[in-house]
């Protein structure tokens, strides 16, 4: 790329169908909606996806980037002409699955390689592997960085006491994110409730259940940035301390996503999190032994549980986290002292580094394989 030349940036998302939070604010103005909370404006503040892709473009038109925003629709001949017509420098990867398949996520970094293009974000081996829950959990568990106990569920019967786990536990789709599939029955005390659970996971989401102890206690989330030499930023903390006792203090669907259910407005993000620093500097090495096993690149999420003897636990791993602004990995990174515009333009610093160099000395080779004039 010549240094008098932008460069271009092409944030690439994947969105279909409707925006529920568009609907939710024509809702609000029809005056057909009630907040949880008695005050319309919490929901009203609630960004819509296009919103923050907006945001995510004009801060890195803001930091010199010739940027532009691609929603690919699910569509791959959208994708094939967003990376070629015309090809950018950088993409800004926020693409989250494929064919409606979060499992097919690592294909479309995979594309991006075959067309040598550099992109923000991990490679397709580590979003592989942290799609598959079980995968991710053999990978730490043989570096022996601290996980529940747990157990895949493929089938039905299972044995009466799965690998003498101890209950409550927590059941999950083994092939989802976003805690799809999470809400407050997904904690179980007992034989019963787990077959219940087990059986819904197989039947409607047709997937392994991802059957682990579940670790009662604080919720951290920590952030990570950089490769050469990896930061971790201060660590947010979700405090269920205000929970009506009918909760049982998880990051559920609900919880994230539906902010027509009270308990989305209830749990309080707190970064940075009050830890003592003994505390604080496992975290730290556990995050950051994490994020190179999984092969983690230019940034990434590390949900962790801490029990109430000071023992920490990986729950999750999440490359390539949500980037709205003031939210999860951004809070950190303000936390931090970073703009959100700087660390955008951090990570696709981290990218423009993988720039390969003309080979020969010539031309790039285009990507529809025609000779350059």
Not at 82 to 104: H, I
Not at 164 to 172: D, M, N, Q, S
Not at 287 to 293: F, H, I, K, N, S
Not at 316 to 328: F, I, K, S
Request: proline share 8%; with cysteine.
């Amino acid at each position: 790329m010549s240094p008098t030349r932008r460069t271009s940036v092409a944030v690439l998302y994947n969105f279909v169908g409707e925006d529920e939070y568009e609907t939710l604010r024509v809702r609000i103005r029809n005056g057909d909606v009630v907040s949880p909370t008695g005050d319309l404006k919490d929901l009203e503040s609630i960004s819509t996806v296009r919103e923050d892709i907006d945001a995510i473009v004009a801060a890195l038109r803001d930091e010199g980037y010739a940027a532009r925003a691609v929603n690919i629709r699910d569509d791959f001949d959208r994708l094939f002409r967003a990376l070629t017509s015309p090809r950018p420098d950088v993409v800004f990867n926020l693409v989250e699955f494929f064919n409606n398949s979060p499992r097919q996520e690592d294909r479309v970094a995979a594309l991006y390689d075959l067309l040598r293009i550099p992109y923000t974000g991990s490679p397709p081996m580590t979003l592989a592997i942290c799609q598959r829950k079980g995968l991710t959990k053999q990978v730490l568990r043989g570096l022996r960085i601290p996980i529940p106990r747990y157990v895949l569920v493929r089938e039905e019967p299972f044995p009466p006491k799965p690998s003498g786990l101890v209950y409550p536990l927590i059941v999950k789709p083994a092939w989802e994110d976003a805690s799809t599939g999470v809400d407050e029955l997904a904690v179980v005390e007992d034989r019963a409730q787990l077959e219940r659970r087990v059986h819904m996971i197989l039947s409607e989401h047709r997937q392994p259940a991802l059957v682990e102890e579940f670790i009662a206690g604080r919720e951290l989330g920590v952030s990570v940035i950089g490769n050469a030499n990896p930061v971790v930023l201060p660590i947010e903390e979700v405090d269920f301390s205000n929970l009506p006792p009918q909760y049982r203090g998880i990051l559920s669907f609900e919880s994230k996503w539906d902010p027509l259910h009270e308990v989305f407005h209830l749990g309080k993000l707190v970064c940075p999190a009050e830890v003592a620093e003994p505390v604080r500097s496992k975290v730290e090495e556990i995050a950051l032994r994490t994020y190179r096993a999984l092969g983690c690149r230019d940034y990434a999420r590390i949900d962790m549980r801490l029990d109430k003897d000071d023992r920490l636990f990986v729950l999750e791993v999440n490359p390539n986290p949500d980037l709205t602004e003031g939210v999860a990995f951004m809070a950190s990174a303000e936390a931090a002292g970073m703009s959100f515009a700087g660390t955008l333009k951090t990570i696709v610093e981290e990218a423009v580094k993988r720039v390969e160099p003309p080979s020969g000395g010539g031309e790039p080779a285009r990507p529809d394989g025609r000779e350059t004039a």
